[in-house]
């Protein structure tokens, strides 16, 4: 979609529309994995209290900038960035946060997401090098990184 607020790109980019339109979408995965983290940071409760809710303040912080981030590039590509306010309702499975799960299926359900988030940009690299886009290759093998990480912090916890 084109509006006014589109402006030419300064790169040479085989095909914005393609990579801009991946970006939306990890922008709005993005987003919503810092709402639903936020949710769970504040409702864990038990034995894990102190674990989780530490570590998903350190994931939300994070993503809250990464999505900045991700929202620039969207813009520096020559695109506005946008999300949707009904596309962070619920997430990838079309369910919303439920902030009275259990510590254990709370992490489980954010190691999902991180699982799924990381997927979705490993795909936006593919997608970014087939356009000759190497900063937002670059950018999405970073992003990819956190999230594996995370996954895997969340598989330990809940060990």
Avoid: C
Avoid at 7 to 32: C, G, H, Q
Avoid at 112 to 141: I, K, S
Wanted: charged fraction near 25%.
């Amino acid at each position: 979609m084109t509006t006014k607020q589109d402006t030419k790109p300064t790169a040479s980019i085989s095909n914005v529309a393609s990579v801009t339109d991946a970006l939306t979408e990890v922008l709005a995965d993005t987003y919503r994995l810092v709402l639903k983290s936020h949710i769970y940071h504040w409702n864990v409760t038990g034995p894990l209290f102190v674990s989780v809710h530490d570590l998903t303040e350190e994931h939300y912080r994070d993503m809250f900038t990464a999505a900045d981030v991700l929202a620039e590039r969207i813009r520096a590509l020559g695109k506005v960035a946008m999300i949707a306010p009904a596309n962070l309702a619920a997430g990838a499975d079309g369910r919303d946060a439920d902030a009275n799960l259990p510590a254990k299926e709370m992490i489980a359900d954010l190691r999902d997401d991180h699982d799924r988030l990381a997927a979705r940009m490993r795909a936006l690299v593919g997608t970014a090098e087939a356009a000759d886009d190497p900063v937002t290759a670059d950018l999405a093998t970073t992003r990819a990184d956190f999230h594996e990480k995370a996954a895997w912090m969340l598989r330990a916890l809940a060990t």
